[in-house]
């Protein structure tokens, strides 16, 4: 039986303050918690090469920014497939590709990658470039969460 294969993607914009926390914690996943036989991946604002890429894999989560109605800083971790989006939700991310989007395009698509969702609720999407201090606060304990749903579910 032939290994899966697992990425970590990172989302987000770094100019919109907390919006860029999922590409700050792929960086701190890398720097700190690196894991042979997974691919680390930055795409930033998440465009259509996202689609393309997913299909490379069996198993993927991708780390972003949410607004979902959480305390500020906190992070939940799910299945794509899991989500319940109403025709009426805008965007639950602020990228090209919103989560909504990749959940229809995975679908139209047939691709059939296992994808996690680690999002954590922003506070601040303002332009700026460093995060507010409630997620710069729990940064450290975020990532430490997310290396341990890696170890734990993806590996």
Do not use: C, W
């Given at each position: 039986?032939?290994?899966?294969?697992?990425?970590?993607?990172?989302?987000?914009?770094?100019?919109?303050?907390?919006?860029?926390?999922?590409?700050?914690?792929?960086?701190?996943?890398?720097?700190?918690?690196?894991?042979p036989g997974i691919d680390y991946?930055?795409?930033?604002?998440?465009?259509?090469?996202?689609?393309?890429?997913?299909?490379?894999?069996?198993?993927?989560?991708?780390?972003?920014?949410?607004v979902a109605g959480l305390l500020?800083?906190?992070?939940?971790?799910?299945?794509?497939?899991?989500?319940?989006?109403?025709?009426?939700d805008n965007a639950v991310s602020?990228?090209?590709?919103?989560?909504?989007?990749?959940?229809?395009?995975?679908?139209?698509?047939?691709?059939?990658?296992?994808?996690?969702?680690?999002?954590?609720?922003?506070?601040?999407?303002?332009?700026?470039?460093?995060?507010?201090?409630?997620?710069?606060?729990?940064?450290?304990?975020?990532?430490?969460?997310?290396?341990?749903?890696?170890?734990?579910?993806?590996?």
């Open positions: 039986m032939s290994t899966p294969k697992i990425a970590v993607i990172g989302l987000g914009n770094s100019l919109r303050r907390d919006d860029g926390i999922g590409v700050i914690i792929l960086e701190s996943l890398l720097n700190n918690y690196k894991r991946l930055n795409f930033g604002i998440a465009s259509f090469d996202l689609m393309h890429r997913l299909q490379d894999y069996d198993a993927v989560l991708l780390i972003d920014g949410i500020a800083g906190e992070l939940t971790i799910f299945n794509l497939e899991e989500v319940a989006f109403s025709q009426e602020t990228h090209e590709l919103n989560l909504k989007d990749i959940f229809r395009l995975t679908h139209n698509l047939g691709i059939k990658t296992k994808i996690y969702i680690a999002g954590i609720q922003v506070q601040d999407v303002s332009f700026g470039e460093s995060l507010s201090q409630l997620l710069k606060k729990n940064l450290e304990v975020m990532t430490k969460q997310i290396d341990k749903f890696i170890q734990e579910r993806l590996l």
